[in-house]
């Protein structure tokens, strides 16, 4: 019997894999971002420098997405940080398990367009974006 694997998330999975995709760069220590090492975003998440002051390191990552590692990435912040739960801004733990977010990422045209649009309009598209992913399983 074929099925469909079939997740309405009104953009958490989207928030979720843009989280695990960038961890290292959401929080690299940029000068005014952090003031307590317990914040779950730098301060500037929402502001129109959090992707310019950090470009450098978007770009690299975006062209080892586009390189296809996005899968990779995902497998090594999943199992450093899905069994303590760590928080951070966007992700959602229980959402889906690691094999699923690996599989999303996999089959994804936007794979590396969508992380870059996010990096640059987190703020204003955090409200409005509707998503919904299907996985075909035999």
Known sequence: MTWYYRLHSEGRIVYTIFGLLFWDIIFTAI???FE???QVAP???NTDTFYHSRCGLFDKRLAEIKEGK???IIRNVDSKHRDNQTLCAGVRWDLVERDDLENIVEVSDNASSLPRYLSLT???CSTSVAT???RYLE
Do not use: K
């Open 31 to 33: 000068p005014g971002a």
């Open 43 to 45: 301060l500037d998440i």
């Open 132 to 134: 919904s992913c299907a």
């Open 122 to 124: 987190r703020r204003t």
């Open 70 to 72: 996005a899968r990779e």
């Open 36 to 38: 307590t090492p317990f």
